[in-house]
């Protein structure tokens, strides 16, 4: 792709074709040749306007310098490199908020998409007006310094137009450089006097600079980067930031529970359960992780974010609450299965805790968030007491816990309002939820992942009819299922089917599962199976896919 200099030397070409000269090669040739000609210095609108009387064929012509036709969309030319995606990656993780370009095309932009971003594109000043606040912006603002190819008026490239920015550009460009550290890369500070003079104004040095060229830097960026107290980095563009992109992402994973120490503590937790006295450091653990959860901050985070942003806001504070609740999530599943109905004091009375939660303005979504942690230790305990038959311990979970229904101002069992679909708001929770516990589960819970698997479906499916029996609606399942167009079932309930096969003997029931009546509980199977059915139904019919099978599969496969 052209530099923005050699975009401008090869419309001066075309100009002067059209003439019949042929312009010798070097790089200023071009520009001295218009300047002799026409006594004037080069601008992209009359460069364009000599070729093209038309709005839509300035575009045309300016397309072709950015814009891939099939053959360069198959070698990857004119799309975005490993520097814009290192980019959308530490913008999609909440790092970087503000990019300042001099380039004319939409890389960056179509990375930040790539990445599932929405951002804030500024092409001109009059973009400036009712800005969002940088301060308040999630998905990136992507400010094009020199203006965009498909706005060829906003764009600027001669020592001219680049003397001096408009005071409404330099007002945002004097808020950037003193409120946020600085990653300059791609940049020799040797013809943009406006934007060199913008960077020495600024009189603070409240964060970090680093300066990336795989070349020693100019006087002028020298000057600049010492004002600034900053690094030279010596590495290109793609180089440096994906390198800090896989830095960053190193550090937040370690900021994680080291899944080597997940591993130490489950052993730790196991060992204390075999033995013959009470296992105080287990319980200290699991009470101490429990109170952690319920002071987190993100339990009473403001959930009132701009609508643009909430996508990835949403993202980060689940991904957030993954990571935090992991330790009690595996020390309640390893207490679950092992344990006794005094070891399930350590952590029972938490699900109701955790799903007890102050509701406030703003978007529904980042509210229901607040109770991760009470899915999450739901299923890992449930999960586990399943894998262990103690089905007193699952019809307890099941009923026990209690939690109140904001929308409908009711309460009912926690169980109910604690499904995936409910409370992480994702087309895909119930499969996340079951992607997080399978590696806390295998190998160090159950033997395998077939184990784990049937652990999900026998809760899941439990769970599922407690919501259906309190009235609330079934989302997306994770539940294998088998059958044909109209007939499908999940393998969860012909299991159940057979348990109850005895009657209402059976430990569930007798434990109270819904009530311990058979009939309710068979009931509600129905209803549940036949709403599943036509959920496969619907999926298959929207995307045109002709399922019939007697072996089982995933009913989100479909979607």
Known sequence: MLSAWGVQGDLIRQIASIEGVDIPDGNDAPYDWYVERFKHEPAYDTLLAGLSGTTGGRQVLLRSYFEPDETEREQGLKQPADAHRALARLVADGYIRVIITLNFDHLIEDALREAGLRPTIIRRPSDLAGMIPLHAQRQGVVIHLHGDYLDPDSMRNTPEELEEYEQEVDKLLDQVFDEYGLIIAGWSAKYDPALVNALKRCPTRRFDTYWADPYPLSTAATELLEQRQGTYVSADADRFLTRTAHAVTALAERNRTNPQNIATAIAT??????????????????????????????????ADVPQPDLEAEHERRLTEWEAEAETLAALAAVTAYWGTDTTDRYWFADVQRLATVTWGTGQSALNDLR???????????????????????????????????????????????????????????????????????????????????????????????VQEDAGNYIGTPHLLVSGMRGEYRPLASQWLERELASGDQHPLLHAGFLGGDLDRVTTTQKTVDSQISAWVDQNDSTTSRVISRSGPFYPDELS
């Not at 103690?390 to 009923?399: E, G, I, K, N, Q």
């Not at 209690?402 to 409908?408: C, E």
Request: charged residues 25%.
């Open 371 to 465: 109770r991760v942690p009470a899915t999450l230790l739901l299923h890992s305990a449930g999960l586990a007491a399943v894998a262990a038959e103690r089905w007193p311990l699952v019809a307890r979970l099941l009923t026990g816990p209690r939690a109140q229904d904001i929308m409908r101002g009711v309460d009912m069992p926690a169980a109910a309002l604690l499904g995936p679909e409910t409370v992480l708001g994702l087309r895909t929770s119930a499969a996340r939820v079951h992607g997080y516990l399978k590696p806390i589960f295998t190998g160090h819970v159950v033997a395998n992942e077939s184990a784990f698997t049937e652990a999900w479906e026998r809760f899941e499916y439990l769970r599922l009819l």
């Open 269 to 302: 937790a196991k060992r204390e359960l075999r033995s013959d006295g009470p296992a105080i450091n287990l319980h200290d653990t699991l009470r101490r992780e429990a109170a952690r959860l319920a002071d987190y901050p993100l339990r009473t985070a403001t």
